[in-house]
């Protein structure tokens, strides 16, 4: 069936064809994202998961600095996200990795 067919369909019913409503934009301009300067400035958590064979999900904290785009902490571990940055900072600032301000 085409559109003319289906309009006048339509028309000889009395039904009304819903308008699409557009997309809603962004209002303003957006402030471009600053870029650390150094190493060690700024560091980003993000949780890499992935599936096993029996069906088990398991999650791995990653501990990335946003400078130079090294994984500074990657072990899987059973605890939940809330602990994962007081279990890392110890072996972190052994290394000397602790995060500048």
């Known amino acids: 069936m085409n ?14 064809v819903r308008k ?3 997309r809603k934009r962004a209002l ?11 190493t060690n ?7 890499v998961s992935d ?10 904290p990653a501990l990335v600095d946003d400078y130079n785009r090294e994984c500074l902490a990657l072990v899987p571990d059973p605890l939940s996200p809330e602990h994962v940055l007081c279990a890392r900072s110890m072996p972190l600032s052994q290394n ?4 500048r301000q």
């Open 3 to 16: 559109l003319k067919k289906l309009r006048r369909m339509y028309r000889e019913e009395g039904l009304q």
């Open 96 to 99: 000397g990795g602790y995060q």
């Open 20 to 22: 699409r409503v557009g």
């Open 28 to 38: 303003g301009t957006r402030r471009p994202i600053v870029l650390p300067s150094r």
């Open 51 to 60: 599936a096993i064979t029996d069906g088990g999900r398991f999650r791995v």
């Open 41 to 47: 400035k700024r560091w980003s958590l993000d949780f």
